[in-house]
């Protein structure tokens, strides 16, 4: 029996969706108007708000999927500096709140609560 869907898990999913539709826009741009190829910031678009779904249901692969992409965005983050505050804070935010023991049960990952 899944737990009751943790209040903040709402803001994640909706990080992961406003990801989604800029990732859609950077390929959609990348497409149309450069000459740089567009398949990667158009499949991580679709592959965001298959995250995002996956979060607000509470599947694990979601919750897998979730905290690597918010290393790798927490690992490339210097290399944009300064633009990538605000996604740096983000990254971080989602980790740690991944991570607590009450989400994690949502998700099936421990027994606690």
């Known amino acids: 029996m899944k737990s009751k869907r ?4 709402f803001l994640v999913a909706l990080s992961e969706v406003l990801a989604g539709f800029l990732l859609l826009y950077e390929g959609y741009q990348a497409f149309f108007f ?8 158009i499949s991580l ?9 996956g979060l607000w249901r509470g599947v694990k ?7 690597v992409l918010s290393i790798v965005g927490v690992m490339i983050a210097p290399f944009a500096f ?21 989400v994690r049960h949502f998700f099936g990952l421990s027994s606690a609560q």
């Open 6 to 9: 943790p209040f903040g898990m």
């Open 82 to 102: 300064p633009s990538s505050i605000l996604g740096l804070a983000i990254d971080i935010c989602v980790i740690l709140y991944l991570l607590r023991p009450s």
């Open 45 to 53: 678009g679709l592959l965001s708000f298959a995250v995002a779904y």
């Open 34 to 41: 450069q000459a740089v190829s567009s398949a990667l910031p």
């Open 61 to 67: 692969w979601a919750w897998v999927i979730a905290i």
